[in-house]
């Protein structure tokens, strides 16, 4: 029977150790291909699935017997929780849908350099989620790629995406940014997202700072979700516009007037679709106004080197309608700078500040520190006495900046004692008969 029993504890002490060492393996740089579910591709393995106990910090191995991991499938992390961080191997050049959906835990993802799509719904749910930089080989991103991922702010899509679908971000965007050499997408200076064709809008940040927006002129479709959640209280739609997707203007609570400058009949013919109710409670503003009414110029934006600007919208100042839409300004290009070196000094550091001769861009580099003082020699300024103290002096022969010392007090000589000046008469006396 006891024998049994100290079986039974051995078997158990090894369940309990080797359970501590499988956690150990699911989180950090030590993550292991055994806590993945792995499919051979024809190019090398796709992740499937991944252990439930996986948590914190992830670094995704990149091979397996030889082969490279290539894919993350559908469905593979997501509804992990405890996930609050994962880097993707430069082997993987596919990202699935739904691969990560509602990782409510995760904050931080680093896309590999070689990735190509991003599927329908691959982050979807990621609230904790932050920010995310796309590697410039990304060519499309899935419908409702990030829906839902509040946190992200700012998205900048890089020259190669060809493909975005409806809805890819969340409606709390505050600015999109299209690379410059992009030739499927562009943005305005107000982060409106087009087609480079500028005839199809398909998405506005929706947390942009700004009460009113027009629409670029040539702008004949509002693609689904485009404005949805927008805070923007006054829009403008030039006359081209001919369709407004499902739910393109969905929970605009704000909007006060919408600005059409055609006529009544040319807006109703056209194609609004379900889920826009915020623009047709709008006040409707046709061009029918006349005379000397005050106008004014707003939404300008000033362009620089490498920003959009614009040339601002003319309206009527009593109702805010847009008469004329303003065009956008393309950035200039590059920064030119203009350098100026500041010398260091003894105390402080030199640099050279960048300013460009294009816009107000500036920053500064090229610290070189401070040379730090150079010396004379110490020289008395005020001799000691037994009674004053003294002080020394050394100059800096580059600033001029002195620093003073301290010279003690002269020790005075002692009184000899009675028995002393008796030897030193003595001594006196030897020398005189001597």
């Known amino acids: 029977m006891n024998t049994i029993r100290r079986l039974i504890c051995v078997f158990l002490s090894i369940t309990v150790i080797s359970s501590l060492f499988s956690l150990k393996a699911v989180s950090g740089t030590n993550f292991e291909v055994s806590m993945l579910t792995l499919e051979e591709n024809n190019e090398g393995y796709t992740i499937t699935g991944c252990n439930s106990n996986a948590l914190g910090d992830i670094v995704l191995p990149d091979s397996y017997n030889g082969l490279p991991i290539t894919t993350i499938g559908r469905f593979a992390f997501g509804h992990n929780n405890n996930i609050t961080s994962i880097v993707i191997p430069d082997s993987v050049t596919e990202i699935c849908d739904e691969a990560f959906i509602l990782c409510r835990g995760l904050k931080s993802v680093e896309l590999p350099n070689?990735?190509?799509?991003?599927?329908?719904?691959?982050?979807?749910?990621?609230?904790?989620?932050?920010?995310?930089?796309?590697?410039?080989?990304?060519?499309?991103?899935?419908?409702?790629?990030?829906?839902?991922?509040?946190?992200?702010?700012?998205?900048?899509?890089?020259?190669?995406?060809?493909?975005?679908?409806?809805?890819?971000?969340?409606?709390?965007?505050?600015?999109?940014?299209?690379?410059?050499?992009n030739?499927?997408?562009?943005?305005?200076?107000?982060?409106?997202?087009?087609?480079?064709?500028?005839?199809?809008?398909?998405?506005?940040?929706?947390?942009?700072?700004?009460?009113?927006?027009?629409?670029?002129k040539g702008t004949t479709i509002i693609q689904e979700d485009a404005f949805n959640g927008s805070k923007i209280k006054h829009i403008y739609f030039p006359e081209s516009i001919s369709s407004i997707c499902e739910s393109a203007f969905a929970s605009c609570r704000y909007i006060q007037s919408v600005c059409y400058p055609g006529t009544a009949e040319k807006w109703d013919e056209i194609l609004i679709a379900y889920g826009n109710d915020p623009i047709k409670t709008a006040a409707l503003h046709l061009h029918e106004h006349g005379g000397d009414l005050e106008t004014e110029i707003i939404n300008q934006k000033q362009a620089d080197c490498l920003n959009h600007g614009y040339t601002g919208d003319l309206c009527y100042t009593e109702c805010e309608f847009v008469i004329e839409s303003g065009e956008d300004i393309k950035p200039f290009g590059k920064h030119s700078y203009k350098t100026e070196c500041i010398k260091p000094t003894c105390v402080e550091s030199g640099y050279t500040v960048y300013k460009c001769q294009n816009c107000s861009h500036e920053y500064t580099a090229d610290i070189v520190p401070a040379r730090g003082h150079d010396f004379t020699n110490w020289y008395m300024t005020i001799s000691p006495t037994t009674s004053e103290t003294g002080s020394i002096q050394r100059d800096c022969k580059v600033c001029k900046y002195s620093e003073t010392g301290v010279l003690e007090k002269l020790q005075e000589e002692p009184t000899p004692s009675f028995f002393q000046r008796i030897i030193n008469f003595i001594l006196s006396l030897f020398k005189i008969f001597r």
């Open 114 to 181: 070689n990735l190509t799509s991003i599927g329908d719904a691959a982050f979807t749910g990621c609230s904790s989620l932050e920010s995310i930089e796309f590697p410039d080989s990304l060519t499309s991103l899935g419908y409702k790629a990030f829906s839902s991922c509040r946190l992200i702010k700012t998205i900048t899509i890089p020259k190669n995406v060809g493909y975005i679908g409806d809805g890819a971000f969340d409606n709390q965007l505050e600015s999109i940014y299209v690379d410059e050499d």
């Open 183 to 216: 030739t499927t997408f562009y943005s305005d200076s107000f982060g409106g997202l087009y087609n480079l064709n500028l005839n199809t809008l398909i998405m506005f940040p929706s947390a942009a700072d700004c009460n009113s927006y027009s629409i670029l």
